[in-house]
């Protein structure tokens, strides 16, 4: 009779359960299920299938969301099908045995969205709620004294002011003639300022300007911006839009302007002035005041966004198409819907250089490069004006334009269409409600300069 060493036995063992694990971990049907995602995202109405392994079974959580469907006799060894219904979320549960869990897929079916995709060119007139302070400015009181009471009050520049002493302030005129008012009262003033999320109130005693006899608080404020860029897309239903693709910010304090109203125009492309390195151009254009075409209720880092009752007649199509979240968006060939003339919408071609993984909203997702020889030659390639022009790639809307490169003005980089479509109220926000850092490969950031093209 032969007694074994207790050790040899465990090492036979261990090296019998080493082969055994490699073996499974090389058996082909394994491999295919380690490869898929802990995640899918999908829209409804599609239709997927995930890798079998011999001895499991997949069972969904919640079956109005996703539906299991019965395998073909070819399926029946290789896969498991599963249709998505509607818009929610579920999980796909495969075990062993119908007992050992092996994973757990979490699949969020988001909408199937349809939107006309826009390209008219746009006036922009975004009232401020109430008036931004864009400066200080000293002038010489009664006593012959260099003064500025609302720097003295440590007003910063890019304050918001709200209100006055009780009274919302709706326009510089307002505030002006409510400081004069004051003055004369010889009374001082109770200023509510917004600064950043914080909300506070300051004191402060208006002067009387010795040269112009006008009572002051040393402020320069700003009620109002403006500009051109470019319609996005225009949800019929809904009767919503979305434009531009990122923020306006005030030009002098680049702060973001607090909406207080304001109205989007159809306006007309007189000219282009072509972009070169280190000069990006831009469309020169003018705003048909008696042809608002919708208000505006948002301004984010994704664009402004409102009520528009109908999309303006000179569309590229009135047709709408699906819309492509960002991880179905690839490099290659696209194009962008854009005015270089007048008020004609055209298509141009572009390239896909680069896509950025984002898990939460984040600005820059995309590198494009102008690859149309015709608007190359018109524009040199990406320039101010050109904002928001929707970005259509495989029939599907995947994004808009939102920067240009100034050493390059022919690439630039673009939004996806998904966080547009959050901002816009089209799209539940569950799980993206935190701004992430934006996702940038190898120093993109660093390596590009870049100008929003408003």
Known sequence: MILLNPLWIKRLLGLVLSFLLLGIASWTPFLEMSL????????????QQLPKLPFTTVRTTNSEVVTLHEPTAVEATTAFSFQTNRAGGAALEVKLFDRLPLKTVRVDVLPDIQLVPGGQSIGVELKSAGVMVVGHHEFENAAYNQVSPGKKADIQVGDIV???NGTPVQSAEQFTELIQAAGEKNEPVQLELLRGKERFHVRVEPEKNRISGKYQIGLFVRDSAAGVGTLTFYHPEKKVYGALGHIITDNDTQQPVLVGGGQILLSHVSSIQRGESGTPGQKRAFFYHDKPLGNIEKNTPFGIFGRMEQIPENGYTKDPMPVAYSEQVKKGPAEILTVVDGEKVEKYKIEIVDVFPQRY?????????VTDPELLQKTGGIVQGMSGSPIIQDGYLVGAVTHVFVNDPTSGYATFIEWMLRDAGLLDDTGTSEMSPNFFVDGQEKRFACRTVT
Request: hydrophobic share 45%.
């Open 361 to 369: 909203p984040a600005t820059k997702g995309m590198i494009i490069r």
């Open 36 to 47: 898929v995602p802990d995640q899918l995202r999908l829209t409804a109405g599609s239709v």
């Open 162 to 164: 709200v209100k006055l």
